[in-house]
């Protein structure tokens, strides 16, 4: 009997049937009903009996163990920042930290704005200082700010105050500085080696610079923005330049050296209000943040934009410097931008290659940051009043003694001194360095001579005039001419010329005959070449054709020669009245 679909059952309807028989029609291929339906029963009993039992209809794949991945490598970069780790958070404080700042000097001391007061905390461990905090602030403390020794700490205050204090100690303010009368959101010490200046801004966008020791004004600009100044930056390079921000989206850098009309260098506009400023390290650049950005500026240009970074989803709260490099105080290494937001992330930036390098996580919106000078601490201040605190290992190496006494570690064998009864001694490479004791003997550097003086070692003139003159090289030929001259071969050596070698002594005279520098000496070889070989010339149209631009050249320069003589007869006069 001929089956339906051209006598072949479709393989999807045996799939069907095979992998449960005895499901209901509902919850089979309505396909696969119909085509069961054109096949008698007998028949398609036969084509499973002769269908492969030891095979199902319904191959089965094995479930596959997902592959294990390993992990993408770390950049260096990633290594470095993954290696602090964080440590238990300083907590005990309630309010937001709004401002963290590093002593420019060991031991590296921080001081972090909280509330009424200015929490001290110590360099190496991080832990509370016993005399800490400063806590003459009758009010909201703003701020803190170390001298570039760390000998003094100043900090501003919600009632318009600004105070500095000795950090080793816990007394009274040193000085009270007052000129604002609206708090005092930025205070900032030179950066460079000033120890008598302070800069302060704050909300009633005044600008002040002040000498501390004197707790007076030295310049004043009222209305330096048309907002609240919450943002300030001093110049790494210069004790006179500072950089400041505000809530009118402006930026602006001022010098006080200037007169002060004219304190203002530059303006630029971030586009939403900045919440801080930073000059990096060359001092050319300048960092904003401000919304949801952190852009860099170049000051030296104008104040051009140079990127923008908008790796953050919420308003970025602070910004400051980070170093990638070697452990330890005054390690040099690559400069980084951290950035932190209140969307609770922190920031790497390289504003060398314009890319996030690092990211890290917090759980809770941050306010603060701050990057230890030995690059050994990282701080992060957050509204919840805690501080998370990121240190490096350092790593060292410790000699374990027996008793106390005797070192475990044995001696590392001394390197074998080579001595000249050794056969090695007379075989060293290259490489080998001298001992103090060895003699130095130098081989006189071989000097490569050009073709025309090999030529004249030979004593070959003739042909070391025409590779002179083949080089077109004015101070070589005139070098040979002179030497020619020296040796009395000059004239046997132009008789002995061809009309190809005499044209490019001509084209050579014709190129430099008139320099100042050559035309005593070749003017004369002129009128020698001329005379001797005036039947050449005559008889050669090439030769005719270089004297007569010889020629022009000549009647070139004496018409040249001659306007100079009348403007000289000319300013004689003048300069003799002149003098009188």
Request: glycine share 6%; hydrophobic share 40%.
């Amino acid at each position: 009997m001929e089956l339906a679909y051209g006598g072949q059952l479709p393989p999807w309807t045996l799939e069907g049937f095979a992998s449960n028989p005895n499901s209901k029609p509902s919850h089979r291929n309505a396909a696969a009903d119909r085509a069961l339906s054109c096949v008698p029963a007998k028949t398609f009993l036969g084509l499973l009996q002769m269908a492969d039992q030891s095979k199902p209809f319904f191959s089965v794949e094995s479930a596959r163990k997902p592959s294990s991945r390993k992990p993408n490598s770390l950049t260096p970069e990633s290594k470095f920042w993954r290696s602090f780790k964080n440590s238990e958070p300083t907590s005990g404080l309630i309010l937001p930290v709004t401002s963290l700042d590093f002593s420019p000097n060991h031991p590296f001391d921080l001081a972090a704005a909280c509330s009424a007061a200015v929490h001290l905390f110590d360099g190496s461990s991080l832990s509370p200082k016993s005399h800490s905090p400063l806590s003459s602030f009758t009010d909201v403390a703003y701020s803190p700010s170390f001298r570039c020794d760390g000998a003094l700490l100043a900090a501003g205050g919600e009632s318009g105050l600004v105070q500095v204090f000795n950090p080793l100690s816990s007394g009274q303010a040193l000085r009270r500085l007052r000129a604002h009368s609206r708090p005092v959101r930025v205070v900032r010490f030179p950066r460079v080696a000033d120890k008598l200046h302070l800069f302060s801004a704050g909300d009633d966008a005044l600008l002040s610079y002040w000498d501390v020791s004197t707790e007076s004004t030295l310049l004043s600009f009222p209305a330096a923005h048309r907002d609240y100044i919450r943002a300030c930056s001093p110049s790494p390079i210069a004790a006179d330049v500072i950089a400041t921000g505000s809530y009118d989206h402006s930026v602006k850098v001022w010098d006080v050296r200037m007169s002060p009309d004219s304190n203002q260098v530059c303006t630029f506009t971030h586009g939403n209000p900045v919440e801080s400023v930073l000059f990096l390290p060359s001092g050319g650049l300048i960092a904003t943040a401000g919304g949801n950005s952190v852009k860099i500026w170049d000051v030296i240009g104008g104040g051009r934009l140079l990127h923008t970074m908008e790796s953050h989803n919420k308003t970025v709260t602070s910004i400051c410097l980070g170093r990638v490099g070697n452990e330890g105080a005054g390690s040099c290494g690559e400069s980084r931008i951290l950035s932190v937001s209140i969307d609770g992330y922190l920031k790497v930036f390289d504003f060398a290659a314009f890319k996030i390098t690092h990211t890290v996580r917090y759980p809770a919106q941050l306010l603060s940051v701050g990057f230890s000078p030995s690059g050994l601490s990282r701080v992060v201040g957050t509204s919840n009043g805690v501080i998370y605190v990121g240190k490096k290992k350092v790593k060292e190496v410790a000699l374990e003694k027996v008793s106390g006494e005797i070192d475990r570690s044995l001696p590392e064998p001394e390197k074998r001194v080579l001595r000249p009864t050794n056969y090695r001694y007379f075989h060293r490479g290259q490489s080998e360095k001298p001992s103090e004791s060895d003699h130095v003997v130098k081989k006189p550097k071989k000097v490569k001579l050009a073709e025309h003086d090999m030529l004249l070692k030979k004593f070959r003139h003739r042909d070391a005039l025409v590779s002179a003159l083949n080089t077109r090289r004015p101070n070589s030929i005139v070098a040979v001419l002179e030497e020619l001259v020296a040796r009395r071969k000059l004239l046997k050596c132009i008789a002995n010329l061809d009309v190809n070698e005499l044209g490019l002594l001509f084209r050579f005279l014709h190129r430099n005959a008139t320099k100042p520098r050559y035309a005593r000496f070749l003017m004369g070889l002129a009128k020698t070449v001329l005379e001797m070989r005036a039947k050449d010339v005559q008889s050669s149209e090439e030769l005719r054709f270089h004297v007569q631009n010889l020629k022009c050249m000549v009647e070139e320069e004496l018409r040249i020669q001659h306007l100079l003589q009348n403007i000289q007869g000319m300013l004689s006069p003048l300069l003799v009245i002149a003098g009188r």
